[in-house]
Protein backbone atom coordinates (compact mmCIF):
# COMPACT_ATOMS: atom_id res chain seq x y z
CA UNK A 1 0.00 0.00 0.00
CA UNK A 2 1.03 3.60 -0.89
CA UNK A 3 -0.45 6.60 0.17
CA UNK A 4 -0.10 9.75 -1.44
CA UNK A 5 -0.77 12.15 0.87
CA UNK A 6 -1.44 15.76 -0.69
CA UNK A 7 -3.17 19.13 0.00
CA UNK A 8 -3.27 23.33 -0.23
CA UNK A 9 -3.99 22.59 -3.87
CA UNK A 10 -5.42 26.43 -3.68
CA UNK A 11 -7.22 26.34 -7.28
CA UNK A 12 -4.03 24.83 -9.08
CA UNK A 13 -5.46 22.56 -11.76
CA UNK A 14 -2.11 22.59 -13.41
CA UNK A 15 -0.06 21.61 -10.45
CA UNK A 16 -2.65 19.13 -9.29
CA UNK A 17 -2.72 17.58 -12.44
CA UNK A 18 0.88 17.48 -12.12
CA UNK A 19 0.71 15.82 -8.75
CA UNK A 20 -1.33 12.56 -9.54
CA UNK A 21 0.39 11.80 -12.76
CA UNK A 22 3.07 11.41 -10.42
CA UNK A 23 1.99 9.86 -8.12
CA UNK A 24 0.34 7.01 -10.86
CA UNK A 25 4.27 6.86 -11.78
CA UNK A 26 5.34 6.11 -8.61
CA UNK A 27 3.06 3.35 -8.16
CA UNK A 28 0.85 4.67 -5.44
CA UNK A 29 -2.70 2.88 -4.52
CA UNK A 30 -4.46 5.60 -2.14
CA UNK A 31 -4.62 9.15 -2.11
CA UNK A 32 -5.74 11.51 1.19
CA UNK A 33 -6.48 15.11 0.87
CA UNK A 34 -5.13 17.59 3.29
CA UNK A 35 -7.77 20.25 2.58
CA UNK A 36 -7.64 24.46 1.45
CA UNK A 37 -8.81 22.57 -2.45
CA UNK A 38 -9.40 26.20 -3.52
CA UNK A 39 -8.48 29.61 -2.63
CA UNK A 40 -5.91 31.74 -4.05
CA UNK A 41 -5.86 30.64 -7.22
CA UNK A 42 -7.99 30.22 -10.32
CA UNK A 43 -9.21 26.61 -10.83
CA UNK A 44 -11.58 26.31 -7.26
CA UNK A 45 -14.66 24.36 -9.11
CA UNK A 46 -12.46 22.07 -11.81
CA UNK A 47 -10.06 21.13 -8.59
CA UNK A 48 -13.05 20.54 -6.09
CA UNK A 49 -14.51 18.07 -8.88
CA UNK A 50 -11.01 16.34 -9.28
CA UNK A 51 -11.01 15.63 -5.78
CA UNK A 52 -14.31 14.74 -5.13
CA UNK A 53 -14.55 12.53 -7.96
CA UNK A 54 -11.76 10.59 -6.53
CA UNK A 55 -13.41 9.64 -3.27
CA UNK A 56 -10.77 9.83 -1.02
CA UNK A 57 -10.82 10.78 2.61
CA UNK A 58 -10.30 14.41 2.45
CA UNK A 59 -10.37 16.58 5.44
CA UNK A 60 -10.82 20.31 5.63
CA UNK A 61 -8.55 23.47 5.42
CA UNK A 62 -9.21 26.88 6.54
CA UNK A 63 -9.95 27.94 2.94
CA UNK A 64 -12.21 25.22 2.10
CA UNK A 65 -14.13 26.57 5.52
CA UNK A 66 -13.80 29.95 4.49
CA UNK A 67 -15.23 29.40 0.56
CA UNK A 68 -17.54 27.42 2.03
CA UNK A 69 -19.20 30.10 4.31
CA UNK A 70 -21.30 33.36 4.72
CA UNK A 71 -19.41 35.14 7.21
CA UNK A 72 -17.43 38.42 6.86
CA UNK A 73 -13.60 37.87 5.51
CA UNK A 74 -12.57 41.11 7.19
CA UNK A 75 -9.95 39.52 9.62
CA UNK A 76 -8.11 38.02 6.89
CA UNK A 77 -4.98 39.23 4.87
CA UNK A 78 -6.48 41.45 1.75
CA UNK A 79 -4.91 39.13 -0.59
CA UNK A 80 -6.24 36.23 0.48
CA UNK A 81 -9.80 37.83 0.94
CA UNK A 82 -10.19 39.03 -2.30
CA UNK A 83 -9.11 35.46 -3.51
CA UNK A 84 -11.81 34.12 -1.25
CA UNK A 85 -14.72 36.18 -2.38
CA UNK A 86 -13.79 35.53 -5.64
CA UNK A 87 -14.09 31.60 -5.05
CA UNK A 88 -17.43 31.84 -3.14
CA UNK A 89 -19.06 33.32 -6.54
CA UNK A 90 -17.27 30.44 -8.83
CA UNK A 91 -18.98 27.30 -6.83
CA UNK A 92 -22.18 26.54 -6.36
CA UNK A 93 -24.24 26.00 -3.69
CA UNK A 94 -24.03 21.90 -3.88
CA UNK A 95 -20.19 22.26 -4.18
CA UNK A 96 -19.78 24.75 -1.22
CA UNK A 97 -22.23 22.37 1.41
CA UNK A 98 -19.21 19.95 0.11
CA UNK A 99 -16.95 21.75 1.02
CA UNK A 100 -18.39 22.61 4.20
CA UNK A 101 -19.30 19.14 5.36
CA UNK A 102 -15.30 17.88 5.36
CA UNK A 103 -13.92 16.55 8.53
CA UNK A 104 -11.26 19.04 10.64
CA UNK A 105 -9.92 15.82 11.59
CA UNK A 106 -9.96 12.10 10.67
CA UNK A 107 -8.17 8.67 10.57
CA UNK A 108 -7.08 6.67 7.76
CA UNK A 109 -5.34 3.14 8.51
CA UNK A 110 -2.86 3.45 10.88
CA UNK A 111 -2.42 7.46 10.99
CA UNK A 112 -4.58 10.35 11.24
CA UNK A 113 -4.60 13.55 9.09
CA UNK A 114 -5.71 17.22 10.06
CA UNK A 115 -5.23 20.30 8.08
CA UNK A 116 -3.32 22.51 10.92
CA UNK A 117 -2.66 21.22 14.59
CA UNK A 118 -4.69 18.33 16.60
CA UNK A 119 -4.57 20.81 18.99
CA UNK A 120 -7.62 23.22 18.30
CA UNK A 121 -7.70 22.08 14.68
CA UNK A 122 -10.45 24.69 13.92
CA UNK A 123 -8.38 27.38 15.33
CA UNK A 124 -6.17 26.74 12.32
CA UNK A 125 -2.91 27.24 14.21
CA UNK A 126 0.62 27.55 12.54
CA UNK A 127 3.37 24.67 13.33
CA UNK A 128 6.59 26.25 12.45
CA UNK A 129 8.97 25.20 15.70
CA UNK A 130 9.14 22.49 17.53
CA UNK A 131 7.05 23.91 20.61
CA UNK A 132 4.00 24.25 18.21
CA UNK A 133 4.60 20.62 17.38
CA UNK A 134 4.94 19.93 21.00
CA UNK A 135 1.55 20.58 21.35
CA UNK A 136 0.21 18.74 18.69
CA UNK A 137 1.95 15.45 19.91
CA UNK A 138 0.03 16.05 23.18
CA UNK A 139 -3.18 14.96 21.24
CA UNK A 140 -1.47 12.75 18.85
CA UNK A 141 -2.78 9.32 19.62
CA UNK A 142 -1.27 7.36 16.30
CA UNK A 143 2.01 7.18 15.45
CA UNK A 144 2.15 9.09 12.24
CA UNK A 145 0.12 12.53 12.02
CA UNK A 146 -0.15 14.10 8.26
CA UNK A 147 -0.99 17.98 8.21
CA UNK A 148 -0.67 21.14 5.87
CA UNK A 149 -1.18 24.53 6.30
CA UNK A 150 2.16 26.40 6.24
CA UNK A 151 2.39 25.15 3.08
CA UNK A 152 5.82 24.33 4.10
CA UNK A 153 7.50 20.32 4.35
CA UNK A 154 8.55 19.74 7.87
CA UNK A 155 8.80 16.55 10.03
CA UNK A 156 9.07 16.49 13.92
CA UNK A 157 9.85 13.45 15.58
CA UNK A 158 8.82 12.61 18.91
CA UNK A 159 10.96 10.14 21.38
CA UNK A 160 12.31 11.31 24.44
CA UNK A 161 12.37 14.80 22.79
CA UNK A 162 10.77 16.50 20.01
CA UNK A 163 12.85 17.31 17.41
CA UNK A 164 12.48 18.67 13.49
CA UNK A 165 14.47 16.66 10.75
CA UNK A 166 15.04 17.78 7.49
CA UNK A 167 12.08 16.54 5.16
CA UNK A 168 13.52 14.15 2.96
CA UNK A 169 13.22 9.89 3.28
CA UNK A 170 11.79 9.34 6.53
CA UNK A 171 12.03 5.92 7.77
CA UNK A 172 9.43 5.26 10.15
CA UNK A 173 11.13 3.57 13.82
CA UNK A 174 8.98 1.92 16.43
CA UNK A 175 8.95 3.73 19.42
CA UNK A 176 8.47 7.43 18.11
CA UNK A 177 6.00 9.29 16.81
CA UNK A 178 5.96 11.79 13.63
CA UNK A 179 4.42 14.77 13.00
CA UNK A 180 4.56 15.64 9.42
CA UNK A 181 3.96 18.40 6.96
CA UNK A 182 3.03 16.88 3.21
CA UNK A 183 3.64 20.57 1.87
CA UNK A 184 1.79 22.45 -0.81
CA UNK A 185 0.73 21.23 -4.40
CA UNK A 186 -0.69 24.40 -5.24
CA UNK A 187 1.02 26.93 -3.49
CA UNK A 188 4.48 25.93 -2.38
CA UNK A 189 6.38 28.52 0.36
CA UNK A 190 9.93 26.78 0.67
CA UNK A 191 11.20 28.61 -2.03
CA UNK A 192 10.74 26.13 -4.48
CA UNK A 193 7.90 26.67 -7.08
CA UNK A 194 7.47 22.61 -7.75
CA UNK A 195 4.10 21.06 -6.16
CA UNK A 196 5.05 18.99 -3.08
CA UNK A 197 3.63 16.10 -2.15
CA UNK A 198 4.15 13.22 0.39
CA UNK A 199 4.32 9.15 -0.59
CA UNK A 200 3.57 6.74 2.70
CA UNK A 201 4.59 3.42 2.09
CA UNK A 202 3.27 1.29 4.55
CA UNK A 203 4.79 -2.19 3.58
CA UNK A 204 8.00 -0.44 4.15
CA UNK A 205 7.29 1.80 6.55
CA UNK A 206 8.64 4.74 4.83
CA UNK A 207 7.90 8.44 4.04
CA UNK A 208 9.24 10.00 0.96
CA UNK A 209 8.89 13.47 -0.28
CA UNK A 210 8.07 14.13 -3.98
CA UNK A 211 8.66 17.59 -5.69
CA UNK A 212 6.74 18.26 -9.47
CA UNK A 213 7.31 20.36 -11.64
CA UNK A 214 4.17 21.44 -13.60
CA UNK A 215 2.56 24.19 -16.67
CA UNK A 216 3.23 26.72 -14.14
CA UNK A 217 2.99 29.92 -17.05
CA UNK A 218 -0.55 28.36 -17.61
CA UNK A 219 -1.60 28.84 -14.08
CA UNK A 220 -0.05 32.54 -14.26
CA UNK A 221 -2.10 32.90 -16.85
CA UNK A 222 -5.48 31.81 -15.92
CA UNK A 223 -5.09 33.70 -12.46
CA UNK A 224 -4.60 36.77 -14.15
CA UNK A 225 -7.39 36.45 -16.70
CA UNK A 226 -9.81 35.73 -13.57
CA UNK A 227 -8.54 39.34 -12.63
CA UNK A 228 -7.27 38.19 -9.36
CA UNK A 229 -4.49 39.96 -8.00
CA UNK A 230 -1.58 39.74 -9.61
CA UNK A 231 0.97 38.67 -6.82
CA UNK A 232 -0.56 35.43 -6.40
CA UNK A 233 0.52 34.70 -10.08
CA UNK A 234 4.16 36.49 -9.10
CA UNK A 235 4.77 34.20 -6.37
CA UNK A 236 4.14 31.20 -7.56
CA UNK A 237 7.33 31.74 -9.08
CA UNK A 238 8.71 32.31 -6.13
CA UNK A 239 7.50 29.37 -4.40
CA UNK A 240 7.12 32.08 -1.19
FE1 LIG B 1 -3.27 26.53 2.53
Known amino acids: MR ?8 ANFEALDAVLADSEEQGVTDYVCMGDIVGYN ?7 EKVRGMNCPTIKGNHDADASGTHSLD ?6 ASALEWTREQLDEDQR ?14 FTVVHSTLDQPAH ?23 HGHT ?35 GQPRDGDWRSC ?22 AQEKILDAGLPKMLAERLADGR
Open 42 to 48: ADPGACL
Open 197 to 218: YAIYDLDHKLVVFRRVEYDIAR
Open 124 to 146: WNYVTNRFDAMSNFSYQFTQLCF
Open 75 to 80: TMNPVA
Open 3 to 10: IALFGDIH
Open 151 to 185: HVPRVYVKDSRVEEVPAESVAIEAGSKYFINVGSV
Open 97 to 110: KWLSRLRLVRQVSD
